[in-house]
């Protein structure tokens, strides 16, 4: 074991290069395994038209998408605390186990019913995939030397957005809508097959007890809110009673769970890293980022494909400025971090140029060039590859060692949380904005329904030319509105990463630090 060696050597340069020797020996698979996770949910949104095409069901449609996301979110947490507690192994090569069944399953699917199911299962092995990877480096690699690999990680995120769309547009129009699934099996077979050659992690043999209580409370709350936001102001009125129900469970279901880990002996959730200022202020981080990134971008495209007339594909490669942007500074971060043992100034710095541009596309209108669009990309991206590397490693170097999956996962869980937050929130007042404008500016005589199908790209472009012309006075109204209550979030990022207190990065490997013993995990 490349620890034992560190151990024994009386060189530090030794013990780093050994360590760097074993994490990039590991490394492909754990790449391989966040492309799995990071493609599919990109990949399946460009095939669900054919999908209804074939199987039918356009009225359950978003439960594809909706199934997978609540499978995945509220299992991350319990992913990261398994993984401290049994292993960290074992329990990606699950997680990998059960996403490739459901991928298997959801391919041979004969109805939407049966799809959303098998979605569902694939959503519960997704859960794992991205929080067992880079706990994994988190417990191999020193803090110090951490950001270079998350660089690594955000490199792979970018090419699986850049390729998702892409790749999911060619496999539907090429071949069929259930290869988009059977390409997961050669990737998460590799994946699989790499990682029980060259992943060997040590630990200690010690009786546990599972929070199977705290589990299921919080599986509930993260339901609730997730339904909550998915279906109001859709599918029933935010004053509905279901809506209502369910922001009362999760109110229940929340304070509930708050209860149980305050008595746990092993939470799900530890409580007591919130102490840590670090650790909260990188939570809080990691919300308002979910809520400012996935909640704004999401409306993006409509204007793309209507106001600037582009198609699905060149909507996504639109997006290339922003992931590029992001992957510079993410391994420039990594290296500032690496060689300097600092990082304060990388969030602040990122949380400004987040910011700005957010503040950039308050001004987009009518006339606005992809070229322009593109700059204002590239500096959203600029300042996430700051904010997402750092986040991440603060909250890991917040805790110790034997939390390293609940760091992880907690950073995950409420970007996730926030993300679908921000969608409901700002998706609410994109609809009337939306709405005020057309009744303004549209002619009476004009019919058109904003809600439903008809509100498409297609179906706007195929207007009566002065319909349309309002109809995209509406949509830039609508989309830059949503941006003027994203700055504020992104603002309040930025203010919030001044509150974080540089500690220094520890520079050994966490697992090197604990008593273990030679066995392996299998």
């Known amino acids: 074991m490349a620890e034992a060696k560190a151990a024994a050597s009386p060189s530090g340069g030794a013990e780093t290069s050994g360590v760097r020797r074993e994490v990039l020996i590991i490394l492909p698979g754990l790449l391989l395994a966040i492309m799995l996770a990071m493609l599919d949910q990109l990949i399946v949104s ?25 499978a995945s979110t509220v299992t991350t947490p319990l992913y990261g605390k398994l993984g401290d507690l049994y292993g960290r ?63 690594y990680i955000m490199g792979v995120m970018t090419l699986a957005m850049i390729a998702g769309p892409l790749v999911g547009g060619y496999i539907t129009e090429n071949f069929s809508w259930r290869w988009i699934f059977y390409i997961n099996m050669p990737i998460g077979g590799a994946a699989l097959v790499y990682l029980a050659a060259t992943l060997h992690l040590p630990r200690q043999r010690v009786e546990h007890k599972i929070d199977y209580a705290g589990a299921i409370a919080l599986a509930i709350a993260a339901t609730s809110i997730i339904l909550m936001t998915t279906w109001g102001g859709s599918q029933y009125a935010w004053a509905s009673v279901q809506v209502i129900g369910l922001a009362a469970l999760g109110l229940v279901s929340t304070a ?62 639109m997006l290339i400025p922003m992931m590029l942007g992001s992957t510079v500074t993410a391994l420039i971060s990594g290296r500032v971090t690496t060689k300097t043992g600092r990082y304060k100034v990388l969030p ?151 509150l974080i207190k540089e500690v220094p990065l520890r520079g050994r490997a966490p697992v090197a630090e604990e008593p273990v013993t030679p066995e392996l995990v299998s």
């Open 46 to 70: 460009t095939a669900l038209p054919r999908i209804v095409g074939d199987l039918g069901g356009v009225t359950h449609l978003s439960w594809v998408v909706t199934a997978y996301v609540l």
């Open 89 to 151: 192994k074992r329990w990606l090569m699950i997680a990998i186990v059960i996403f490739l069944i459901g991928s298997a399953l959801s391919g041979l699917a004969h109805t939407m019913d049966q799809l959303i199911a098998f979605r569902a299962l694939q959503g519960l092995g997704a859960g794992g995939l991205l929080v067992g990877a880079i706990a994994t480096i988190g417990d191999l690699v020193s803090p110090r030397e951490r950001g270079q690999y998350m660089g």
């Open 256 to 317: 509930a769970f708050l209860a149980i880990e305050a008595r746990a002996p092993e939470p799900i959730l530890p409580l007591g890293v919130f102490r840590n200022r670090n650790f909260s202020v990188a939570i809080a981080m990691s919300f308002l980022l979910g809520l400012a990134l996935f909640g704004a971008l999401t409306f993006l495209p409509l204007y793309q494909q209507t106001v600037q007339h582009l198609s699905p594909t060149q909507s996504g490669l």
């Open 348 to 498: 602040i710095v990122g949380g400004a140029m987040m910011t700005l541009g957010m503040y950039l596309l308050t001004t987009i209108g009518l006339h606005t060039s992809l070229v322009t669009t593109g700059i204002y990309f590239a500096v959203i991206g600029l300042g996430m590859g700051f904010l997402m590397q750092i986040t991440t490693l603060v909250a890991q170097n917040s805790v110790g060692p034997q939390e390293m999956g609940v760091a992880s996962s907690s950073r995950t869980f409420f970007q996730q949380i926030g993300g679908s937050l921000g969608v409901a929130a700002f998706g609410a007042v994109f609809a009337r904005r939306l709405v005020e404008s057309l009744t303004t500016h549209l002619p009476a005589s004009a019919h058109v329904s904003v809600k439903g199908a008809q509100l498409n790209p297609a179906t706007v472009n195929h207007l009566p030319a002065l319909v349309r012309a309002d109809f995209f006075v509406a949509i830039t109204h609508a989309v830059t509105g949503v941006f003027w209550l994203v700055v504020p979030a992104a603002a309040i990022v930025f203010l919030l990463s001044w």
